[in-house]
């Protein structure tokens, strides 16, 4: 009698056991779903940053071809300006 008591107390631990492996098994399956979503953003992240990246050397390179152009012109123009005071200044007044 003292084993059959053994055997029926040791059953109820075998089902929950059983139950907690199969919930351990339901949150790990969670767990690497959930993993995989955020690897998945991780990576459509990444790629964003990688366009931007990209996207904010092309317009740094456009700023500075925009500011070799505007110095070019602002010399240009003081040169002309420069010319046209002299060119003035060479005619006698009448």
Same mark, same amino acid.
């Given at each position: ?24 098994a339901l949150v790990v399956d969670t767990l690497r779903v959930r993993l995989a979503e955020t690897?998945?953003?991780?990576? +459509?992240? @990444?790629?964003?940053?990688?366009? &931007? =990246? !990209?996207? $904010? ?18 010399? +240009?123009? @003081?040169?002309?300006?420069?010319? &046209? =005071? !002299?060119? $003035? ?6």
């Amino acid at each position: 009698m003292c084993c059959g008591n053994q055997r029926r107390s040791l059953s109820p631990n075998r089902h929950l056991s059983r139950r907690s492996r199969n919930n351990n098994a339901l949150v790990v399956d969670t767990l690497r779903v959930r993993l995989a979503e955020t690897e998945a953003r991780l990576e +459509r992240v @990444r790629a964003r940053e990688a366009e &931007l =990246t !990209r996207r $904010l050397e092309e317009m740094k390179r456009f700023v500075s071809v925009m500011e070799i152009l505007e110095s070019y012109l602002k010399q +240009r123009f @003081r040169e002309q300006r420069e010319y &046209l =005071t !002299r060119l $003035l200044s060479s005619i006698p007044p009448e």
